[in-house]
């Protein structure tokens, strides 16, 4: 059975908490990805999703001068690498999340999203028949 450590995505994409929602969406649009971590010195503090945003919007946030400290979720939700992808699918569907970081003792090497998890159950369903 496959990890989370086999599906994730390796390459971390970062702002930091000062980047405006204007900007990380724009970012989010060039890297045709879903969510962003937010870095603050070494550590990670947050993570904005594509969610967070629509919300920002909703709200009438002006976007070009909203942080996205004001907006992103704290703490991250994370997974163990070792893990499961069907534990991961468990994780997101109850806390009704689409991104996970995904760790290794502790530390966040990748990001696994619901998208990630589709491709994968995808195959998976695909072999079985």
């Known amino acids: 059975m496959a990890t989370i450590g086999q599906i994730m995505t390796r390459e971390l994409s970062v702002v930091s908490k000062a980047t405006t929602i204007c900007e990380a969406a724009g970012q989010m649009h060039d890297q045709s990805i879903g969510s962003l971590l937010v870095k603050e010195g070494e550590n990670y503090s947050g993570i904005i999703t594509e969610a967070d945003i629509v919300r920002a919007v909703a709200q009438q946030m ?5 942080t ?8 991250i939700l994370t997974i163990e690498k070792n893990l499961s992808p069907h534990y ?9 999340i689409r991104h996970l970081a995904v760790t290794e003792t502790g530390t966040i090497v990748g990001v696994v999203s619901a998208r990630d998890l589709l491709a994968y159950f995808k195959t998976v369903s695909k072999e079985v028949e």
């Open 88 to 96: 991961a699918r468990d994780i997101m569907g109850g806390k009704h």
């Open 62 to 66: 002006d976007v070009t001068l909203t």
């Open 68 to 75: 996205v400290e004001e907006v992103m979720s704290s703490p």
